[in-house]
């Protein structure tokens, strides 16, 4: 389906080659309903394709550029296929830490639902952080969760999204 759109000649496409130039992946199986919203209407709007990864069945709008793509339940199964699909320039949102390290390895972008962009500056700090987290929680320490998701994250996710998304005008 995405090939016929590319020979369509619609915009963020390369010519002949089938592929886009960028597309956005999704983590999609913890990213907030309001988040994916965002997302849809930046995809219709940009005409950039959106693809949902979840191992579950999700609801997308009708769209040529909207799809979700289920993947079998496990540990890890949608962020390895997301890490599979994902190439250089790309833009992935996941809270995932693990993941936001692979996609910016291979090139990609990583921006977490709360409007945050994971960096090769960044990340190491966070996977230490987050290694940290998790053998405190393994020896049985209560280290709470992460804030109530607020409309300032929605705002923020929106804004730096804009600002990206810009640069493939």
Partial sequence: MWLN???AGLSGYSRGSGRQLMQILVDA???PKVIK???FRAA???KIRLTLVA???LHCPPSQFIRA???PAGFDVADNRIAELVEPGDLVITADIPLAADVIVRGGHALNPRGEFYTRDSIEEKL???NFMDALRGSGVE???PPVFSQGDRRDFANQLDKFLAKFR
């Fill in 69 to 71: 793509m289920q993947v």
């Fill in 29 to 31: 199986d913890a990213c």
């Fill in 44 to 46: 219709e709007r940009r």
């Fill in 37 to 39: 919203e965002i997302l």
């Fill in 5 to 7: 759109h590319a020979r």
């Fill in 55 to 57: 191992n579950r069945m």
């Fill in 143 to 145: 280290t709470g969760g």
């Fill in 128 to 130: 230490t952080m987050r």
